[in-house]
């Protein structure tokens, strides 16, 4: 039990600069999605856009490490989705808005 964690977390580290590469796409300048999406809903669409590629990756690095995939995609989700509403905790505590 312990070694098929222990690859699932190498894999999702593997993973992390590809993570960032998705994430970062939704937050360029001219990329569909910002075409897509009116302006007023251009934060929620990059958060689930966000979301929904943590969840691949997190699925994707825990079939990689052979552990159960749907477990751990909605733990990767989890976290994120709590780290990102702790981020923007923080920012609306000092005032950091763009």
């Known amino acids: 039990m312990l070694r098929t964690q222990w690859q699932a977390f190498m894999a999702q ?5 590809r993570r960032q590469r998705l994430n970062s796409m939704a937050l360029l300048s ?8 009116p302006q007023p809903c251009l934060l929620r669409a990059v958060i689930g856009t966000s979301l929904l590629f943590l969840a691949m990756l ?4 825990a079939k990689t490490g052979g552990a159960n995939i749907r477990k751990n995609g909605a ?7 709590l780290s990102m509403a702790l981020a ?11």
Request: aromatic share 14%; glycine share 14%; hydrophobic share 55%.
């Open 13 to 17: 580290f593997a993973t992390l600069s």
């Open 30 to 37: 001219g990329t569909p999605l910002e075409q897509m999406t």
């Open 58 to 61: 997190g699925g994707l690095a």
């Open 75 to 81: 733990r990767v989700t989890l976290w994120s989705a």
């Open 88 to 98: 923007v905790g923080v920012g609306a505590t000092f005032w950091a808005w763009a």
